[in-house]
């Protein structure tokens, strides 16, 4: 089993562009989650999702979208990217909330 | 809403020496309490979680961690550190609404 696929693994974006973070995982888990680590901050819930057609909001949503037309992927859009979302994003999953989310390898994101 | 506290950011300590790393949290209802850990450059991997139950729970590599619902406080321990715990630690809490929020990290530095 992959468990949770993040890619790209880096990527240098200049403010304003537009980009796709995708996230696939191959275990059937129904929850999905994007988290966003600063120094300093922990890891800040972005969006997740308790199952395909279903997404709500986190912690710190602004700049950021998402849907999941499949269990398996979970894409995270930023629109117009800027400064302050340079970070290390994490994707993760879990059968249930209770259950322990697994978490991918991250991508490290920087916008200039 | 829920959320949690790690009381502090940095934990030095030598090898073969006892640690404690603090989580309090604040929720109104009844949680779910998880402890991950980081090494550098990783994602995130499950120590131990408290579903219900006993409230002294056991986790992978030597680590455990006490539940106290007076407190509000599921601090983590371990008896005897070694070199390879050096990481950070990151306290989380679901309150049942299916997110999963995380505390700011403790990071622990295990000196020889």
């Known amino acids: 089993n992959a468990g949770v696929t993040q890619t790209p693994k880096f990527q240098v974006l200049k403010t304003g562009q537009s980009m796709t973070l995708q996230c696939a995982q191959d275990m059937n888990h129904e929850y999905m989650s994007w988290y966003r680590q600063d120094p300093g901050m922990g890891l800040r819930l972005i969006h997740y999702s308790v199952g395909a057609g279903i997404t709500d909001q986190g912690e710190v949503p602004n700049g950021y979208n998402v849907s999941r037309s499949t269990t398996e992927d979970f894409p995270l859009r930023l629109l117009s990217a800027a400064p302050s979302q340079t970070s290390v994003y994490f994707c993760?999953?879990?059968?249930?909330?209770?259950?322990?989310?697994?978490f991918g390898s991250g991508t490290r994101l920087t916008v200039v | 809403a829920q959320s949690v506290t790690q009381l502090d950011s940095q934990v030095p300590v030598f090898e073969e020496a006892p640690v404690e790393l603090r989580c309090n949290y604040s929720s109104s209802v009844s949680v779910y309490l998880f402890w991950y850990v980081q090494y550098p450059n990783q994602g995130l991997q499950l120590l131990l979680k408290?579903?219900?139950?006993?409230?002294l729970v056991k986790g992978i590599n030597g680590f455990e961690a006490e539940f106290n619902k007076s407190q509000t406080s599921f601090h983590l321990r371990k008896p005897s550190v070694h070199i390879s715990d050096t990481a950070e630690y990151f306290c989380a809490v679901s309150d049942q609404t299916d997110k999963l929020i995380f505390g700011t990290g403790t990071r622990l530095q295990v000196f020889p």
């Open positions: 993760a999953s879990s059968l249930t909330v209770n259950y322990g989310y697994t």
């Open positions: 408290y579903l219900s139950g006993s409230t």
